[in-house]
């Protein structure tokens, strides 16, 4: 795909894409010492200053054209730190011309950066609507409630990428292991599966949620871990990924943090008189393969003690909580990983597009995740979440009532969805997410529920008349696409349905041989 995201100039590319003129690059005239200057830059050798000077001087000289852009209202006086990110990729050859110029528009935009115009000529005035504007600003807004006191959405590549051979998948040519190491020793696995066959150019990341650990489980690449007692065998979902890779897609494939492979560090409890911790430090249970709270008597409930100063091994996402800080969100750990690893294939691999399709946890992680990151095209939730404004208590309740889970909207039981001041950032709440997920050209969100599914979300319990109004706001801003689809089953899965509608959406070709696919996925997943 070769596209570096970058949070703040999520804003000016989107806006460009709807409505500004391309920038104009003329590479062969561009001099050596000008990338030189960007690299030193970036690596602090150089000022400010003496980087502003060369880039006004491209311009000044007609080597980069840029387009009119006009000045926000506000002036900033200091460059923000992707854009030395940026820099730095463009002297190293990462990124290309183009999306070096679409940064230096954002330096002009926000005052940092003066251009001499031509004589007489006119702004060119971008004709993004208010509405629009807005729904952006709450995009960054939200990744900046993620990522605290950093520079925004995750530029960095993968702490380690190693080749490695797998179980299980017959339609793999080879296969990167990605390793993403964060805060507090947590970390992420991530493997790229490569197919077999001829590729079709696109990726899919796959992220198949609370997966299910043993006391010593087996990764598709042979090694083993070590993990929670009593727990069910983990499930890879072998046949929906090797499925995908045989129609030539490359799959990433993606996992909760602290199930799988992922680690399990030790951490020292912090001060547990933060206001912000809810009492999380206190005494309390949970389900060692879940994150929910759970009945002392069931065999599964684990207690753990959160004592101020003391060890505590991170297992249970409710834990997470003890972790939230003025300058650190674990949020982080369920999308970092995602824009890490795609950053990887952004640098080294040309995918025309990516899609992701998640379950359950992973059906929350995909609604979050294409709502921050637009290199998102088509994104499918199954059983993942349900918008917070439609859940009123006696409506919790009654589902409560049923025995099923009741995780209100995107803020189930555990840290994945409790994080307020993520919420904060949305004026109609859980709503902006979902148009966020869908909004912007070839894009789309699409929520899969399962009539009488036995884990979470059956659809019999559910208000899914919240489709209309996502479906509507798109419309009004003029761009997008929203879906929620009901299968009549009971497997808490991606099942041969759920499968067969997602490549319906990321393949319009398929739909000359929509018979034969759903014939193949039965027969593929006969008890789903």
């Known amino acids: 795909m070769k596209k570096i995201l970058i949070s703040s100039l999520t804003v000016i590319l989107m806006a460009s894409a709807i409505s500004m003129a391309l920038p104009s690059v003329h590479a062969a005239e561009i001099p050596g010492w000008i990338k030189n200057n960007a690299g030193w830059w970036a690596g602090g050798q150089i000022d400010d200053g003496s980087f502003v000077s060369g880039i006004e001087w491209l311009v000044s000289n007609g080597i980069i054209e840029v387009p009119a852009t006009a000045v926000s209202g506000t002036a900033e006086s200091t460059i923000p730190g992707w854009v030395k990110n940026t820099a730095g990729w463009w002297a190293d050859g990462t990124i290309d011309d183009g999306t070096f110029v679409n940064a230096i528009q954002y330096l002009i935009k926000v005052g940092i950066m003066s251009v001499p115009q031509a004589e007489g000529a006119a702004p060119v005035q971008q004709d993004v609507s208010p509405e629009v504007e807005e729904l952006l600003q709450m995009r960054e807004n939200v990744i900046n409630s993620i990522w605290?006191?950093?520079?925004?959405?995750?530029?960095?590549?993968?702490?380690?990428?190693k080749k490695t051979s797998v179980r299980g998948f017959s339609a793999v040519s080879g296969v990167d292991k990605i390793t993403v190491e964060m805060k507090h020793g947590v970390d992420s696995i991530i493997y790229l599966l490569h197919p077999r066959g001829e590729s079709n150019n696109e990726l899919v990341v796959y992220h198949d949620g609370h997966s299910r650990c043993g006391t010593t489980q087996q990764a598709i690449d042979g090694t083993t871990w070590q993990m929670n007692p009593g727990c069910e065998p983990v499930r890879f979902d072998n046949r929906q990924i090797n499925f995908l890779l045989e129609r030539g897609y490359t799959v990433l494939r993606v996992h909760m943090p602290l199930q799988g492979e992922n680690s399990n560090p030790v951490i020292i409890v912090p001060d547990c008189s933060t206001p912000n911790l809810n009492n999380s430090c206190k005494d309390w249970r949970g389900n060692n393969d879940f994150s929910h709270s759970c009945d002392p008597g069931d065999p599964r409930c684990v207690r753990f003690q959160m004592i101020e100063g003391?060890?505590?091994?991170?297992?249970?996402?409710?834990?997470?909580?003890?972790?939230?800080?003025?300058?650190?969100?674990?949020?982080?750990?369920?999308?970092?990983?995602?824009?890490?690893?795609?950053?990887?294939?952004?640098?080294?691999?040309?995918?025309?597009?990516?899609?992701?399709?998640?379950?359950s946890g992973g059906g929350w992680t995909t609604?979050?995740?294409?709502?921050?990151?637009?290199?998102?095209?088509?994104?499918?939730?199954?059983?993942?979440?349900h918008p917070d404004w439609i859940m009123t208590q006696d409506y919790e309740q009654s589902l409560e009532k049923k025995g099923k889970w009741t995780f209100s909207g995107l803020r189930t039981d555990g840290v994945e969805q409790g994080s307020g001041r993520v919420h904060q950032q949305l004026p109609n709440h859980e709503k902006d997410l979902y148009v966020l997920g869908g909004f912007g050209e070839d894009r789309k969100l699409t929520q899969f529920f399962h009539m009488y599914d036995d884990c979470c979300y059956?659809?019999?319990d559910l208000d899914l008349s919240y489709e209309e109004t996502i479906k509507n706001r798109l419309a009004s801003l003029g761009s997008g696409g929203f879906k929620i689809s009901v299968a009549d089953s009971t497997e808490h899965s991606i099942n041969s349905q759920a499968l067969f509608e997602f490549i319906l959406d990321i393949d319009e070709e398929s739909e000359k041989d929509a018979d034969r696919i759903l014939k193949k996925l039965k027969v593929l997943l006969p008890w789903w």
Do not use: C, W
């Open 148 to 161: 605290r006191g950093a520079d925004g959405f995750p530029t960095q590549l993968p702490d380690s990428v």
């Open 310 to 359: 003391e060890e505590s091994k991170l297992v249970l996402h409710n834990q997470f909580h003890v972790l939230e800080s003025d300058d650190f969100s674990p949020i982080s750990y369920y999308v970092e990983p995602i824009a890490v690893a795609l950053n990887y294939v952004d640098k080294n691999f040309d995918y025309s597009k990516y899609h992701m399709i998640g379950l």
């Open 367 to 385: 609604v979050i995740y294409s709502a921050i990151d637009p290199r998102i095209s088509h994104s499918f939730s199954v059983a993942g979440s």
């Open 458 to 460: 059956p659809a019999k």
